[in-house]
């Protein structure tokens, strides 16, 4: 099941419930002041009320399968970001010169990556392994403030900042991977490496 469809069947629920609700106010409303033949108020016929329908509970499974898709997603958006492999010697050891370009095309990364890390906080909690989850969450977010140093550093040209950064970022995100992995969400084990080295 995938995050898209949870929401559908739960918005779903929603609209039915909401509807039920409606239809039995109107006929309640209707029935409520009519008058008898001998005039005398009767009473409003009376409705069961409809059960309102459950939302599907999420399993674990499909929480991973959710967790995953939002980082495939990010990935492929990020694969699809132009990559300035031709004018770049290396990501890991460039030039000062070519700093101003990597600060450039981190930028366009940052902000693809943040909206992953939002998504995948507003899965919630999951239904087991909730810690986990969340310490994962929070190492990513460290791998982020490691990425955001390294485009900072490499938009004021500072080299030894950014390889600083940039090294850092590398070991964090090996630790948040690691920690993925072990939750079951290996995509975003494997797509959530905001840096192209």
């Known amino acids: ?16 419930a909401g509807a039920s609700a409606s239809v039995v106010l109107l006929v ?40 995953n898709m939002v980082c495939l997603n990010a990935s492929q958006y990020a694969t699809a970001e132009p990559t300035p492999t031709t004018t770049i010697s290396s990501f890991s050891h460039p030039k000062v010169a070519e700093l101003p370009t990597i600060a450039t ?3 366009s990364l940052i902000g693809l990556y943040k909206g992953m890390y939002s998504q995948l906080q507003s899965l919630g909690a999951p ?20 990425f955001q140093a390294a485009q900072t550093a490499a938009s004021s040209s500072d080299l030894n900042g950014y390889t600083t950064a940039l090294a850092k970022e590398q070991t ?16 975003c084990a ?3 490496e905001p840096t192209p080295v």
Do not use: H, K
């Not at 099941?1 to 039915?16: G, I, K, W």
């Not at 459950?54 to 991973?64: A, E, G, N, Q, W």
């Not at 964090?172 to 995509?187: E, H, I, L, R």
């Open 28 to 67: 309640s409303a209707c029935g409520s002041a009519s008058t008898g033949p001998s005039g005398g108020a009767t009473s409003a016929p009376t409705t069961s009320p409809t059960a309102i329908p459950t939302p599907t509970t999420l399993t674990i499974s499909d929480f991973i399968s959710n967790a």
């Open 127 to 146: 239904p087991s392994n909730a810690s986990q989850w969340s310490q994962a969450l929070t190492q990513y977010q460290s791998v982020m403030t490691d």
């Open 190 to 192: 494997t797509d959530a």
């Open 105 to 107: 095309y981190f930028t």
């Open 172 to 187: 964090d995100n090996a630790t948040a991977a690691a920690t993925f992995n072990q939750f079951g969400a290996s995509m």
């Open 1 to 16: 099941m995938t995050f898209v469809t949870s929401r559908r069947r739960l918005s779903m629920a929603s609209v039915v």
